[in-house]
């Protein structure tokens, strides 16, 4: 593994945490939950990014701040506090609204009657399936338009969607990998 920015290529990526501070979290594989994974950030020592599973941070001299890229790439996607997807999920979340015209509500319900409560121990919310459609959904714009997606960092989900729309009306949707 090694950074993308341009011109630290080919630099490796450390790991950017004390192995105590690396979170357990819940992961949804398709229909199957393991309640035994760890998310390992990674460190580019030379530019500073930080590398997540589903993100990349850095520090930008244009917007004087930390800016946060949403991968395209991402096998996996964070949709919860300690609680994490993966792509076929989010897409299953995505196609269900659009096929079968279902609420957020609705898809929440209907995953926890299938596959929570009883089956997996695991009840979804409704906030956690809505960040589920908005992160598979910028995804999918921003694979269409070959950008990635940027916001600030840690932007709320709410935020990213406003973003989103503002970033379209304006053909700035964002920025080509490289920054
Ligand atoms: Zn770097």
């Not at 999920?89 to 015209?101: D, E, G, I, P, Q």
């Not at 269409?144 to 997606?149: G, M, P, R």
Request: aromatic share 12%; with cysteine; charged share 15%.
């Amino acid at each position: 593994m090694a950074c993308t920015t341009p011109a630290c290529q080919p630099h490796h990526i450390s790991v950017f945490s004390w192995v105590r501070d690396i979170p357990k979290v819940t992961l949804i594989i398709g229909t199957t939950v393991s309640n035994n994974a760890y998310v390992v950030p990674g460190e580019c020592t030379v530019c500073k990014t930080h590398y997540y599973p589903d993100h990349k941070d850095f520090p930008s001299p244009v917007y004087n701040q930390q800016r946060e890229i949403h991968l395209n790439s991402a096998r996996y996607l964070k949709i919860g506090q300690t609680l994490w997807v993966d792509r076929v999920f989010s897409k299953a979340v995505l196609s269900a609204t659009y096929n079968f015209h279902a609420s957020a509500n609705a898809y929440t319900q209907f995953w926890n009657d299938s596959f929570g409560n009883v089956t997996t121990k695991v009840v979804l919310g409704r906030p956690q399936i809505w960040q589920a459609f908005v992160h598979e959904s910028t995804r999918m714009v921003a694979t269409a338009l070959e950008e990635d997606f940027e916001t600030d960092a840690n932007a709320k989900v709410d935020e990213r969607c406003s973003m989103a729309a503002r970033s379209l009306s304006t053909n700035t949707y964002a920025t080509r990998p490289g920054y």
